[in-house]
T-cell receptor, first 118, second 115 residues
Framework: AQTVTQSQPEMSVQEAETVTLSCTYD???????LFWYKQPPSRQMILVIR??????QNATENRFSVNFQKAAKSFSLKISDSQLGDTAMYFC???????????????FGKGTLLTVNP | ETGVTQSPTHLIKTRGQQVTLRCSSQ?????VSWYQQALGQGPQFIFQ???????GRGNFPPRFSGLQFPNYSSELNVNALELDDSALYLC??????????????FGPGTRLTVT
């Protein structure tokens, strides 16, 4: 079974600064996907960024980037130029590449509550 | 293109009752997954439906059941409600067979309170 660990229950950052959220995972799979989801107070879970394990290049989406270390099973999220709207719960999630009719389920960490201060 | 919608937004039930939660998938998506998110926790996978068939289940008892309809809308049914079933229930749709089959799009959730 896969597990996802987010060791920072809460973090805060000043507006316009940079913050990094940590995530580690445990799996025996070689082919999988990693995600960061954002859940603001409105509760809607929004996909922030994804990383395919077979890709060595770290994913980037505008102000969001990841540091994917496959050997260390680490997947951190860096948010640059933090904005007030980034305030939310952030979840790291794992999905193994299923085959033969198996399902594609997400395994989530417990989340990190990020507060961006003005 | 419409997003994922869920109804109702909030629901209060009494222990022992039964509840049905509904989800309308994003247009064209053929797969729906349901998750339970207890307060202060990450979502936990309940089950997934693909083309109206259950396609995998998490560690939830049989009193949690589901349906997916030909239009790809779906229901989550919970029988014999327990206090611990109080949670936010999220559905997520995806398109198996597409290049981005692994991307799941979530609805806003249904907050269930069991008293």
């Amino acid at each position: 079974a896969q597990t996802v660990t987010q060791s920072q229950p809460e973090m805060s950052v000043q507006e316009a600064e940079t913050v990094t959220l940590s995530c580690t995972y445990d799996t025996s799979e070689n082919n999988y996907y990693l995600f960061w989801y954002k859940q603001p107070p409105s509760r809607q879970m929004i996909l922030v960024i994804r990383q395919e394990a077979y890709k060595q290049q770290n994913a980037t989406e505008n102000r969001f980037s990841v540091n994917f270390q496959k050997a260390a099973k680490s997947f951190s999220l860096k948010i640059s130029d933090s904005q007030l709207g980034d305030t939310a719960m952030y979840f790291c999630a794992f999905m193994k590449h299923a085959s033969g009719g198996s399902n594609y389920k997400l395994t989530f960490g417990k989340g990190t509550l990020l507060t961006v201060n003005p | 293109e419409t997003g994922v919608t869920q109804s109702p937004t909030h629901l209060i039930k009494t222990r022992g009752q039964q509840v049905t939660l509904r989800c309308s998938s994003q247009s064209g998506h053929n797969t729906v997954s349901w998750y339970q998110q207890a307060l202060g926790q990450g979502p936990q996978f309940i089950f997934q439906y693909y083309r109206e068939e259950e396609n995998g289940r998490g560690n939830f008892p049989p009193r949690f059941s589901g349906l997916q309809f030909p239009n790809y809308s779906s229901e989550l049914n919970v029988n014999a409600l327990e206090l611990d079933d109080s949670a936010l229930y999220l559905c997520a749709s995806s398109l198996e067979g597409s290049i981005k089959f692994y991307e799941q799009y979530f609805g806003p959730g249904t907050r269930l309170t069991v008293t």
